[in-house]
């Protein structure tokens, strides 16, 4: 035994810190995390390539867990950059501030993310990044959050979320869709990633509409 998790291909869980800190926090507070594991390094690539690997860029992250997307992340940027990460537990905003030092963790709700970046000087973002639930949220704040990423978004930014596999024939998935195509002119998605438990989609979207259009509700 050499100490090594492994719970699925390219997964976080080879560092046991990493996974016991969200498996944790998902025991405790499975109506927040709402994943059984952390995303693999294959869905966090995916994720990421939104993110300009040229000049200083700023990025946020909504819902950062113990941070496999943020490495991901990390690893495109280059120097001079800014790399934020909103995330709404406790522990896992201690536990990423212990573990990533070079991430600028806001711990809030990602409903609030205009004031919660602003005292940060930070009021346009090149890329946002989002592994949040959203099956979790009622369609208030599921709006309300794409609006936010909307206003903060640069006018060439773009946005990515994650939709697992398991869930997109649910009634729920099609009406988070049908928000997103409502709040962006473009939603792209690409994927399957297999290589994640569950596989997923990623919906890459772009140019926020001004004045949001009907989602159909
Ligand atoms: C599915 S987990 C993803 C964790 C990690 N990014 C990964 O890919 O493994 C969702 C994360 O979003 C966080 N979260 C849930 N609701 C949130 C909200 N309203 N604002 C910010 N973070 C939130 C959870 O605490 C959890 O860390």
Redesign the pocket.
Known sequence: MNGTLQIGPGH?AGQPAALRA?TG?ALR?PG????V???SSA??RALSAIVPTTGPAVVV??????????DAIRGRLAPGSRQLA????PA?VTYLRRAKPWLEVVH????ELGALLAPLGVERADAVVS???WS??PAD?QRR?LREVGRVLAPAGAFTT?AYLSAVAMPSSWAFRRRLRAAFDEVLTTGPVWRNMPPGLVHVCRRPVARERSDGE
């Open positions: 976080q969200f926090a507070r927040v995390v709402g994943a594991a952390p995303s869905l966090a992250e909504l819902g950062p867990g113990t941070g496999p997307v943020s909103v995330e709404i537990d896992m809030g709700d990602a409903a592994t949040l639930p979790l949220f704040p959050i994650v």
